[in-house]
């Protein structure tokens, strides 16, 4: 009889004889091989991606901060605007954003606590992401 490369699986011939055990022995192999296969992806993780938006009231600085609540805690979130996008990572207390072709540090301070982020800016509505009447896309990635 002869056997498949990977797992040595039954490959029965014609002239072979076929047994109860070489099944059993078959349902064995394969029930272990899925159940390592099982084991390395459950230990691989998962993660969850939710998005939303948000329509700037023009309000910035300490005493106006812009929130977010999202339904886990959120590893990284990226928000998009008009001719600008903010990136932060799960519990930074700084951003990278990018506004038209330049790449810049607005100095606005972020704060996350579980699922929640809160920031603002001191400079400006902009740097803050909340310019008014303008909509802002925010996709966020935690895990699951």
Sequence with gaps: MNQTANYGLSQWETSDRILMENFNS??????????EHDDELSAKGNCQIWTTSYVGSGNYGEDNPSTLAFPFAPAMVLIVGHFSAAVTTGGATSLISFQSSDTVSCNTSWSQDGTQLTWY????????MN??????????????
């Design 26 to 35: 078959d349902n064995s192999k394969i029930d272990a091989a899925l159940k």
């Design 121 to 128: 800016n001191t400079q400006h509505e902009d740097d803050q």
């Design 131 to 144: 310019s008014s009447d303008w909509t802002y896309w925010v996709v966020a990635v935690g895990e699951a």
